[in-house]
């Protein structure tokens, strides 16, 4: 579909990003043209969770919750692990109160997660029980306008629950013992991920802004040293009065980007197939400089589900079958190596390289087994509790047989078991601390009478898969406070801008807090607008 003319403002990208910084730019009566290569809208956000992070905000307020700046930059340099940049980490906690509060004035509805502490460090300096985690309200399916382009589903949230429905209906982990009723009767809304975009997406097509999918940009329009437009596919050559702003997510889904960029090189994308980091591409083809921030914690792991037509599919593992009682994981000398339940401790200990033995990463291959406890009492693999495990799982009525099976050191791998059984029976595992974080316990098996985590394997038959790494893209284009994308000569590119996981995390280095992307999406959407217009950035700190 062609566009008509030229525009104030170019958005590429979908997401949350994309989506917010065309909203803020028509709010500031910018001619306003977003163009998407899927055919569908909502990108990586729409496989989200939907969760925002924001720390001192209007709802907590209105609750009667309190919080601080103070407390919020504790708990931001904790996290950090000395890899954020002090000014981006800064700018989010002082910003991130401000854009919701002008999303909510413009009828955006958000409401605070009840129940949901900071996580995945509940105890960390300067962290809250509640309050700071925001989502969008479920919005009716048949509220959003026809001319609305069709949004991208998840594969990963039952449609129309979010995350606060999933904890009154007993949580992720349990979504099979949900109320049937119930979720039959939320798939007439979006919600999650969908819900913040279908939200932002409403707002955006009632201020007029021109959304357009299908349309990939292709290269990057520069007269005089300043970005003046796009070129898109079908459309040609767009110009753009004040910038055009970047927000094509990550690369997770480009191999040759991964591989220059991430810990695993084979790592698989479990985010749509169109992050491919075009943005990235597109902006260093005119000099634009990188940002690698080389230790984050935003890696799963899971394994493969082959389908009989051939495919196969990639389910990832790291939140719900790994905290389970009645399973572990072991590398291939049948050894566990971390505490399953808390993924971030877990996928760390994947990084560990062994120098002088095999010279490559120690505990990859990893793989997950379990026994029949765990098949009769737990989902896997997408299939209910009970549900015969599917025939391509490898399994066995012994553990030598299983380790013959998995190429796995057999003998270790009995020794391993009956280590971890002698402790497991008391609900112990005093080798890594199975169960002792409140995150781990809170995605176990809240039912297990001892250990939320932790119980013996110790029926047959036994089962194992192999489990792969995951990961979220760790670099991205190194920007300003206001989202103006910087050279690599250090200078800003004038006229170029960029927000969400297209640019480098810089505001949380290695930190890992449910929320953090998809609010710093928002946040740098609307400072970039702000600054394009001539606004002023920041505003005095209250
Ligand atoms: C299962 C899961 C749960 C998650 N839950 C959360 C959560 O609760 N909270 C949180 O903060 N984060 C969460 N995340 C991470 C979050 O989804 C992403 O970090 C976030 O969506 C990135 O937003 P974005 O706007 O930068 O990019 P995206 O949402 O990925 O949007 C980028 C868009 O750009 C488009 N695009 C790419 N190239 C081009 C091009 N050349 N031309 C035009 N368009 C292009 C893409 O097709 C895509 O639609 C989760 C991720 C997963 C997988």
Known sequence: MAVDGNYDWI???SGVSGLSGALWASRHGLKTLLIEKASVV???????????????????????IEDSEEDAITYMRYLSGGFADEAHLITYVR??????????????????????????????P???????????????????PAEAPPLQQSPYMPEGISWTDAIRLGGLGNRFSWDQEKVKEASSYYAAGQGLVAALLRACLEDSVTIRVDMPATRLLVEQGRVVGVEAASAGEVRSKYGVFLATGGYESNRELVRAFQWFPETVSHYPPTQTGDGMVLAMEIG???????????????????????????????????AYPHSMVVNGEGRRFADESFFQAFTVKLREFDVLNKHRYKNIPCYLIFDAQ???RYPFAGNPPGAPVSAW???????????????IDGEQLERTVAAFNGEARAGRDPEFGRGATSWGRSVGDPRHPVNANVAPLEQPPFYGVELFPTESSSAGLHTDVSGRVLHVRGRVIEGLYAGGVVTARTAYG??????????SGIILARLAVRHAVGTTAFYPIR
């Open 374 to 376: 765990f098949a009769r």
């Open 11 to 13: 958005v590429v990208g």
């Open 42 to 64: 909502g990108g990586a956000t729409a496989y989200s969770y939907g969760s925002l992070w924001v720390p001192n905000n209007l709802l907590e307020r209105e609750a009667g």
């Open 288 to 322: 634009a400089a990188i940002r690698v921030i080389p230790v984050t914690l935003a890696s799963m792991v899971g394994y493969w589900i082959p389908h009989t037509d051939g495919t196969k599919e990639f389910h990832s593992a790291g939140i719900q079958e790994l």
């Open 126 to 144: 300067g962290s809250q029980k509640r309050g700071r985690m925001l989502e969008a309200v479920p919005m009716l399916r048949k509220q959003l």
């Open 510 to 519: 290695a930190g890992y807090q449910a929320g953090y992307s998809l609010a």
């Open 393 to 407: 799982v490898t399994r066995a009525g012994s553990w030598s047989e299983l380790a013959k099976l998995l190429h």
């Open 95 to 124: 910003e991130a109160p401000r854009a919701i509060e002008e999303l909510l004035g413009w009828g955006v509805k958000l409401r605070l997660i009840e129940g949901v502490a900071d996580h995945y460090f509940p105890i960390a």
